[in-house]
């Protein structure tokens, strides 16, 4: 991903840059941003030996990462010291998110009825309750200047559709330490978290069709982005799964996928459109072909550098927002969330056989709401929405602390597992 960045020099000689200067500095930063890189993934590797161990999911020190390479500590040294040259990079990374999310929404599989009512459910309280306090908050003038409409809507928005996007890293995580369990319950919260990050992912893509950042196109009215959005997911899908032929090799496919992958994310980046949302689309439509299953599996192994590479992004984008407003929103945010996943999981298993504390397996945050927070640091620009990126990025940090134990909890409670202290390793 980093070799994106080499399209820097291009855009300081496009403007009036001296080209020498443009390629050398650039090259720099793609030389040190690979190698801190390369060294975050050596050291993860360290990290999740502790995370199977002690049953946490660890965030904040790429995220540290990040903000240290960003503008807020050492501006004379950060590699991201040009958003212009990276931030396509960046989309890009969201991309691959949603792209990999939408390869996993197989809608021929067996059994999609309870995962997808739970997610249905789940994803409509706790979009309408974050939202609705976040939109109060932002108008209320409490902590802050009273936010203006058009700003305070789409943050309330995306908000809400972080707090409804979920991940499976603590099922996952929870599936390697008792991997001999015969557990029912971790692939039916699997699946619904990828359901709920689905709708999540197709709620924040409207917010970039309705609320316009430039002005003066086609796309200003809303229901043109939604059709583009839309069209561009489906058609590029379908172009992509005629291009690969069965005879291809895995290497080949894959590289073919990554063609796709930049082209639609770059496409949806300078459309001012959302990158996570498009490729969610294009992953839908090829999951339905013989091909897909393959293809996810390939994309899943890429998903660990991708979400780590995804923290070290949104470090770099941070900007420090006042600390009162960023306390009273993320204690907020957290305390709504969870009260919402109680109410939703309350009303979906109400008259099922299913357990009305499934909440307790649903609380983990990860990649998506990351990339959410990354892609509308892109685009949008307000004190605001530097406050709800951090309010994300608390979340993410704090749901992965506590959401493993919460499901081993669940797990023990529902007589999957036992409740032993000794790891079970693979």
């Not at 929404?105 to 997610?119: E, F, M």
Request: hydrophobic share 55%; net charge neutral; proline share 5%.
């Amino acid at each position: 991903m980093g070799g994106l960045a080499l399209f820097g020099p291009t855009l300081a000689f496009a403007s009036g840059e001296p080209a020498a200067e443009g390629v050398q500095t650039d090259s720099i930063t793609v030389l040190v941003f690979l190698g801190i890189l390369v060294g975050a993934i050596g050291a993860h590797e360290l990290v999740e030996r502790l995370q199977k161990r002690l049953l946490f999911l660890s965030a904040a020190e790429y995220i540290v990462l990040g903000v240290v390479l960003g503008p807020v500590v050492v501006p004379s040294v950060n590699p991201f010291f040009n958003l212009t040259s990276v931030a396509p990079v960046f989309a890009f990374a969201a991309g691959w998110v949603g792209l990999l999310y939408g390869l996993e929404l197989d809608l021929r599989a067996p059994g999609l009825s309870r995962p997808l009512r739970l997610a249905i459910v789940d994803c409509l309280v706790t979009l309408a309750l974050v939202s609705g306090a976040s939109l109060w908050f932002f108008r209320s003038g409490l902590l802050l200047e009273t936010v203006p409409w058009d700003i305070a809507a789409p943050c309330a928005l995306v908000l809400g559709a972080a707090a409804s996007a979920g991940s499976s890293s603590a099922v996952d995580l929870l599936s390697e330490r008792f991997h001999d369990a015969a557990t029912h319950l971790l692939p039916l919260l699997r699946r619904t978290t990828r359901f709920s990050s689905a709708l999540a992912i197709l709620t924040f893509g409207l917010v970039f069709c309705i609320w316009r950042v430039s002005e003066g196109s086609a796309l200003d009215v809303p229901a043109n982005g939604v059709l583009l959005t839309i069209g561009m997911g489906v058609v590029l899908g379908l172009l992509f799964s005629l291009f690969i032929g069965r005879d291809q090799s895995a290497n080949k496919a894959f590289l073919s996928m990554v063609g796709i992958l930049v082209f639609a994310s770059g496409a949806a980046f300078f459309l001012q459109l959302s990158a996570l949302a498009v490729n969610l689309i294009l992953g839908l439509v090829l999951a339905q072909t013989r091909r897909g299953g393959r293809m996810a599996t390939q994309l899943e192994r890429t998903q660990r550098p991708v979400t780590l590479t995804l923290l070290i992004f949104a470090g770099a984008l941070w900007n420090p927002p006042p600390l009162g407003a960023v306390v009273a929103l993320t204690a907020g945010f957290i305390v709504l969330r969870l009260l919402a996943k109680v109410i939703g999981v309350g009303l979906a298993t109400g008259g099922t056989p299913l357990r009305g504390d499934l909440w307790r397996g649903l609380l983990d945050q990860g990649d998506v709401a990351v990339a959410m927070s990354i892609g509308f640091q892109l685009v949008y620009s307000h004190p605001a929405v530097d406050l709800v990126h951090t309010a994300i990025l608390a979340a993410v940090v704090v749901h992965g602390l506590i959401s493993p134990r919460l499901l081993q909890g669940l797990l023990v409670d529902a007589g999957e597992v036992d409740n032993d202290p000794v790891m079970v390793g693979r």
